[in-house]
């Protein structure tokens, strides 16, 4: 069979002629997402240094990728939502005429896979057998994109059998150009749902399934069709009975979710157990039954390197000792790869291949990631890949804050929870360029991957308790709260599952709580520190409100949704009133 006859589908087969046309790559290849195609992929780039073997004995089937040093991140300022309508994509979003986005475009795009191979990857977001999935192809000329969404979703003829069947999926065009930050975009077209960026290879800009696909055209289609597509991690909580609780836990970047998702229970927790349903992203929807059920879209990890070690995240830490792709690590004399907080060999190369000088500064790029497959994880739910996902019984959001917000606290109801989401704010991370912690706000940590309008996703998110009745419980946590001498005041990492476990006895109504202007927090007693030595006053300080705080916090959270003007749900600034005033009322 011939390209034409394979992909028979007459959109999609002028799609490919007319990128095809415009770029006039040398060669056109379909993925099939076989084992013999990832090898042949990885054997060609180690022929053009694309990719360097590491240590076979201690790393097999391990490949470094050293990018180009002005693409290690992701680019907020050259990602643009280019809705129909203006206002559709908000404040909240860079915004260009899709007339203007597609002809600015298409001028990059021209020739630019001239003496390239053009790629084609179908692939699927979620299990390929589930109806909450939804499929998309990539069109790339990075051989590098081709191995990373191997890893990442599922690729290949399954994936292109469904999009003929169903006849809809997201175009995603992407080459990455010559690397010039000058002529890099990301560009959305949610009303088309289609994706074209350039001139970026560094995964959230470059693997589109990622956070293009599986967040910003997915948020604005979840918006349109009723359910929710979110920056979450899913975890399933086993207590010592083996009964399970899965949660939806919504970080910003660089703020702890693939750490949770895949912790080990230290060992005064005696008889839990962690299984990992995804480290991400989450698809959610509501079942026949009103049950919020959720899949994760991805089949692999893209996960931050520094700081993984022994201690911190094990079954990370065992997990990318095989078939990984590390990206702008370190190197050590063994052609093992190195990173800041590894705890264990001596660098001698840089991230980008010099001699590490200490003095210069890290071995590791601060947002150097590995990309393995999710099977590899040890503790990999055997519900993961179950087409009706898992029921979730708690939402979970959180942030890096050194001062102010407490290690945990609960919702009044579902409005005070979506408030809570929508006041989110976090000091910004080396995942995305530009300064890092610097305080933002950054609601849902959904603010670099909203597809839409904030006003409109809020009243999105309000709308769900007018469908059910079994709504999961909401929570926020903060593991990065600081002494005045800068040390964090919770153990965090493994320790954190004493957070969980008070969430998921609140869940099931089995303790009270004290009842705060700011929401239910836990009694000092109800969280189980066996086996944790933290002074006493780190406990009242992580478990305190400060009123008069909180008063300038809520404040500054009403002037920030206040930004986004007549189409703030109602409800939204109820409960921004309501806690304005009892806070007055209770700081005075
Ligand atoms: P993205 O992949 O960018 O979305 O990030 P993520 O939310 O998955 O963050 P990740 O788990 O990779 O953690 C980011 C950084 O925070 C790493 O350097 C971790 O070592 C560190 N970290 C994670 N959990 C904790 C914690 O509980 N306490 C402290 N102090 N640091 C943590
Ligand atoms: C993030 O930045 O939130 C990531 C990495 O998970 S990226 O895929 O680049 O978005
Ligand atoms: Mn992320």
Redesign the pocket.
Known sequence: MNLHQKLSLPDLQNWIENVTKLTQPNKIYLCDGSEAEYQNLINEMQETEDLIKLNSDKYPNCYLHRSDPSDVARVEHLTYICSNNKDDAGPNNNWMDPKEAHSKMDLLFKNSMKNRTMYIIPYCMGPIDSPYSRCGIEITDSPYVVINMKLMTRIGQSALNRILKEKEYVKGLHSIGKLDPNERFIMHFPDELSIKSFGSGYG?NALLGKKCHALRIASWQAKNEGWLAE?M?IVGIEDPKGNIKYIACA???????????MLIPPKSQPGWKIWTLG??IAWLHLDDSGEMRAINPEAG????????NER??KN?FDMIHKDTIYTNVGLTEDNEPWWE?KNTGIPTKDWQGNIYKAENGVAAH??S?FTVSAKNNPSYSSLAEAPEGVPISAIVFGG?RKKLAPLVYEAKNWKHGVFIGAGIASET?A?ATGKKGILRRDPM?MLPFCGYNFADYWSHWLSFERKTEKLPKIFHVN??RQNDKGM?L????N??LRVLRWIIDRCEEKIDAQETPIGFLPHRDDIDMNGLDIPNKNIDELLSVDEKEWLNEIQSIGEYIQNFGQRVPKGLLDQFKKLEIELSKSST
Do not use: I
Request: charged residues 15%; proline residues 9%.
């Open positions: 959230g920056h991690l970080f910003p970047s660089a703020c702890g979710k693939t750490n949770l998702a480290d991400d990890y893209f996960g931050v390197v520094p700081g993984t911190t995240n990370a907080n601060p947002n990631r890096r991370t995942a940590a593991w990065f964090f919770w153990p965090g990492f320790e954190n």
